[in-house]
């Protein structure tokens, strides 16, 4: 669909009758003032909208956000100073600490027996400097990730490199697990860590020259070995070589942490006309990782959220609950600003009406992930003919993503959640990768983004009845495992995303 037929669809399908044309099934009605507001912030998002920009001056002109970076600070007092010039009212950051990682100049390594061949390699999240001048033996391929698969080889393992990647993994991967293989074999003694291609098709794309850093202790802390990742070809020949013997690798890099380090969280809000202690929030992580721009992950996702209150400001009609825009922090290290933001706000959390989570790119815009809540679908129906003609009225039920971003404290607090549904068709092409730069944005998927979200947001907003009920600490934990995420449970537990 070109952006002129896109424009013509959604103007079509916003009429101020159409509370009337909504299947009489309904439990609940967008009333025909809201659904005015809403025609109108359609038309203005087209004509006014700042999404693009934002998501540009983001990417361009701070480029990589790391949590707790120097860029990461620029971001945040750019938001800040974006939410106060739209005309939020209680615009403010609230701070939590990190162990702040980065690293200080590229990462150089080779094979260099049973001959010379230069790596595609660079620092993992995380991982401390190599000595000066570098380190360098033999490496040994890890072939699980469990303690009982590791311990048969502990005794090569140490003082070698071990080589995890994609052979190393179960079939029926839980990717909590990943996070529990670096500590083990810092236990038992690795000189340095080798990372290949951990994530199966299509998510894995990890050819040469392409990076994709992820968080690899569940809290954030800093890893006690030297740990690089390397391409799926070096990956590849480093197991065609052991076939025939010994193969040794070194690498160098120089990597800066800083403990303790005091990280700003961006927000605002437009208080409700009639229930102004009641919140919808509509959030988005501001950090990134450091190989691209970070223009998708999470760029479209912050100039959603920005350009979201925006539209709704501009109507200059609040709705009836208080609208609140939150950008995180630390999600990229495992949602530690959004586990921090919920358990400050533990004693408020009831008053929270719904949760709405952008964080997966700029593909053409399904719908909303319900995260397992039938309610929750139910409740949307009223919204579904807003969204029908731009082809964003697909409603997720599948629980995959429960712990997968800054929704997740929220779940777990019993909080109703919405997760922003695309096409992540080309996403993972680009996902954490040095590619993940503005050139990589759709602006007409980023308008249907923000369309999508403005109107839900609005929606929830101004209804005279409350989204959904909030879950009980049992009804959550039953959630998980009748779908069969007991696993999920136990590790959201242990790092606060349950409380």
């Known amino acids: 669909m070109n952006l002129a037929r896109l424009i013509v669809a959604i103007i079509a399908v916003l009429p101020p009758s159409l509370n009337a044309q909504q299947p009489a099934h309904h439990s609940k009605q967008v009333s025909t003032q809201t659904s005015e507001s809403m025609q109108k912030m359609v038309g203005d998002i087209f004509v006014n909208g700042q999404a693009y920009e934002y998501d540009r001056h983001l990417a361009d002109e701070i480029g990589p956000r790391l949590t707790g970076s120097a860029n990461y600070m620029k971001a945040a007092q750019w938001a800040q100073r974006k939410m106060q010039a739209l005309g939020l009212a209680n615009v ?230 208080t609208v609140r825009f939150v950008l995180f922090g ?63 009225d697909r409603m997720d039920n599948s629980t995959d993503e429960l712990i997968g971003s800054d929704h997740a404290s929220f779940v777990g607090s019993g909080v109703p959640a919405l997760l922003l549904s695309t096409d992540l068709t080309n996403y993972w092409s680009i996902h954490h990768k040095a590619s993940d730069t503005f050139e990589s944005v759709s602006r007409q998927n980023l308008m249907q983004a923000v369309v999508t979200t403005a109107l839900t947001a609005y929606a929830i907003a101004d209804s005279e009845d409350s989204f959904a009920r909030h879950f009980s600490p049992y009804e959550v934990r039953q959630m998980f495992q009748e779908n069969g995420h007991e696993a999920y449970y136990l590790f959201a537990k242990k790092v606060g995303m349950v409380p």
């Open 92 to 321: 403010h950051t609230e701070i939590f600490s990190i162990s702040a990682w980065e690293p200080d100049g590229p990462a150089i390594g080779s094979i260099t027996m049973p001959f010379g061949h230069e790596l595609h390699i660079y620092s993992f999240p995380g991982s401390p400097s190599t000595p000066k001048g570098g380190i360098s033996t033999k490496v040994v391929h890890v072939p699980g990730i469990t303690r009982a698969e590791i311990e048969p080889v502990q005794d090569s393992l140490r003082g070698n490199f071990a080589l995890v990647d994609r052979q190393s993994l179960p079939a029926n991967l839980v990717d909590v697990d990943l996070m529990q293989v670096m500590p083990l074999l810092e236990e038992f003694g690795v000189k340095g860590i080798l990372v290949g291609d951990l994530l199966p098709a299509p998510i894995g794309h990890y050819e040469n020259g392409i990076e994709d850093p992820f968080t690899s202790t569940p809290d954030g802390s800093m890893l006690k070995v030297p740990t690089a990742q390397i391409g799926s070809e070096d990956v590849q020949l480093i197991h065609r070589l052991m076939e025939q013997g010994d193969v040794t690798v070194t690498f160098n890099f120089k990597t800066k942490i800083r403990q303790s380090v005091d990280v700003p969280q961006v927000v605002g809000e437009i208080p409700g006309s009639q229930y102004p202690d009641q919140i919808v929030l509509v959030g988005a992580h501001l950090d990134s990782w450091h190989p691209g721009t970070g223009a998708q992950d999470n760029g479209t996702g912050v100039a959603t959220v920005l350009d979201v209150a925006r539209a709704i400001e501009a109507q200059q009609r609040a709705p009836r609950r």
């Open 330 to 392: 630390g999600e990229e290290q495992g949602t530690l600003g959004s586990i921090s933001y919920a358990q400050h706000h533990r004693d408020e959390l009831d008053k929270f009406d719904a949760v709405l989570i952008s964080d997966t790119g700029s593909g053409p815009v399904l719908g909303w992930s319900t995260m397992g809540r039938n309610d929750e679908q139910d409740s949307l129906q009223a919204v579904e003919p807003f969204l029908h003609n731009i082809g964003s």
